[in-house]
């Protein structure tokens, strides 16, 4: 950064008027962005796509600044964030405890391999189906499906991150006589937390997808049912104005993931850089 | 000087070192250790003996390869061997004593880098009853100690490969064990920082009063540090002799290495490593083709 600085620095003081360098790839990707978009308003406004399913971008976001005050939009988004929230909440309990069990005992990885490779590769939405039958369709149904689709990378990624222990470090903790529930704490746990965070990232997109898809497929109250409503009643404007919001939705949750991440694993390689 | 090739060890051997008369402290007897079974079984260790008394500094040396990190382990606990024991004050050792703290070679992996240096030093003294007063202290002291005093906010890896080694060194010298086995400590640092971290044992050694048990496979660090030598065999490890070092204290880089003295016993040493080599070789390959036949 220092070097940087006094570039920009430099430069400024030569009277030179340049793009200060942190500045441009901002730039680069508000142009990606803008170019986009009036691309978009471009083939709508010229009728080259029918407006009347896809109407031109400036429509879908005046629709969009309208629903923002609306309680309507912000109920939508908070049910659809409780189906994440509890599906993610049950799928990181399962397949942290289950994962570390079977990372740590060899019968048990053994015994749950073939389980895993048969179920993890089922499409949830399959599930469906069995959701309705079981839970009906309300919020569990909702739940369910984004638990079962986010267990599977936060179940294989802790499994992964205990079998990754170095073992020098146990040998560094039983030499010292640390007591069995510390080693967990202290060692494995924190020596398995970058594999799981990983895991929860992922799973934290996938439980997203599979709560609005259960909303729009089965009518579960949330963005995914206001999206079907908006489309069958002939409104496409707030259809994609909703279709935005879920988008923006998964990467404000990424980026909070990726944040958290940062700066509980600063001290791992792949963050160093950023914490110095 | 006086060489004593010892068979029988174990017993405290008499010559001039620095306190003839202190207690036994550790000792190894009758120790084997084999990994795996039948025709894949592979002898580590056949038959060691030897003992270290309080306060003395046993360097432990021997050709690479030849079981020297197995022996250290089962001298910890952390390993059950095969057959023979290990004693501590006459207790045996099945797991890690309390008195025991152990440098292992890779500071890079016995260090936790999630931890900062402060809370590295302190882990081992969490679960004692301490006062958070006195953890303090020892961890201060500790870090003083290995003159790392301003370094408790970094990370590990924020420091380099001598100065985590210091971290480790610190970390067991805050726990205050009355033996410190130390694990091929300096075999990854350059000549320069060797060189200061050897005279830094040789210096906290008094400061701590501790016993020192230190595997290399460096022979001049062995004569230089050393009050008595343990030199190993090569695979099936057995001891070949026990060498007294004779060398004035306070030992010194320049100074002792002069030494005509130091110039014999090194060579002696490299000697008895080099030809217990060659022998052995045969062995091995005899025991391949035995172990084909069968």
């Known amino acids: ?276 | 000087m006086s060489t004593t090739a010892n068979p029988e060890l174990g017993i405290a051997v008499p010559g001039g070192l620095p306190e003839p008369s202190a207690r036994l402290l550790l000792d190894v007897c009758g120790l084997a250790k084999t990994y795996g079974t039948g025709a894949e079984a592979t002898q580590a260790i056949a038959d060691i003996s030897f003992g270290v008394r309080e306060g003395e500094l046993v360097c432990i040396v021997g050709p690479s390869g030849c079981g020297k990190t197995t022996l250290l382990r089962s001298m910890s606990g952390l390993l059950t061997p095969t057959s023979g024991t290990v004693s501590l004050l006459g207790d045996p050792v099945t797991a890690p004593p309390a008195t025991m703290a152990l440098v292992f070679q890779d500071y890079s992996r016995s260090l936790y880098p999630w931890m900062k240096v402060a809370k590295n030093v302190e882990f081992p003294l969490r679960r004692m009853r301490l006062g958070s007063q006195e953890r303090r202290e020892r961890v201060i002291g500790a870090l003083e100690s290995v003159g790392l005093a301003g370094f408790a906010d970094k990370y590990p890896w924020q420091l380099s490969g001598g100065m985590q080694q210091r971290v480790a060194i610190a970390r067991a010298l805050a726990y205050r064990p009355e033996i410190l086995l130390m694990d091929e400590p300096f075999a990854s640092v350059d000549a320069q920082t060797r060189a200061e971290l050897e005279d830094l044992v040789l210096d906290l050694r008094h400061q701590y009063g501790v016993t020192v048990v230190f595997v290399t496979h460096d022979i001049d660090e062995s004569v230089y540090l050393a009050d008595r030598v343990v030199i190993l065999s090569s695979r099936p490890t057995v001891v070949k002799e026990v060498l007294d070092i004779d060398l004035p204290r306070p030992r010194h880089q320049v100074h002792t290495k002069e030494l005509p003295e130091f110039a014999r016993l090194r060579s002696y040493v490299f000697e008895e490593i080099m030809n217990s080599k060659a022998p052995d070789a045969d062995n091995a390959a005899a025991g391949e083709a035995e172990a084909e036949h069968g």
């Open chain 1, 1 to 276: 950064m220092v070097g940087i600085v006094s570039t920009a620095a430099r430069a400024s003081a030569q009277g030179d008027f340049s793009i200060p360098p942190w500045l441009l790839p901002l730039l680069q990707r508000l142009a990606g962005v803008a170019g986009i978009l009036a691309l978009l308003e471009l083939i709508t406004r010229t009728g080259i796509v029918n407006p009347r399913y896809f109407p031109p971008m400036s429509t879908v976001f005046a629709r969009l600044a309208e629903e923002a005050v609306s309680a309507r939009l912000w109920s939508d988004v908070l049910l659809t964030l409780q189906g994440w929230a509890a599906g993610l909440g049950i799928a990181t309990l399962v397949g942290v405890l289950l994962g570390m069990v079977a990372g740590l005992w060899d019968p048990v990885f053994h015994g749950l391999r073939p389980i895993v490779e048969f179920l993890r590769p089922v499409p949830s939405v399959a599930l469906i189906p069995l959701a309705i039958l079981m839970f009906g369709a309300g919020m569990e149904s909702k739940i369910f499906m984004a638990a079962f689709a986010a267990t599977w990378p936060i179940l294989i990624q802790s499994m992964y991150g205990v079998r990754d222990l170095d073992p020098v470090q146990m040998e560094t903790a039983r030499s010292y006589r640390i007591p069995g529930p510390m080693r967990f704490r202290r060692v494995l746990l924190p020596s398995a937390l970058p594999y799981i965070a990983t895991g929860m990232r992922v799973s934290s997109a996938t439980a997203l997808a599979l709560a609005v898809s259960t909303e729009l497929i089965i009518g579960a109250p949330g963005l995914g049912q206001t999206i079907n409503i908006a489309r069958a009643s002939g409104a496409p404007d707030l259809m994609y104005a909703l279709i935005v919001v879920a988008g923006l939705l998964g990467w404000l949750l990424n980026i909070v993931f990726v944040r958290v991440e940062g700066s509980l694993l600063r001290w791992h390689p792949t963050y160093r850089e950023v914490a110095q």
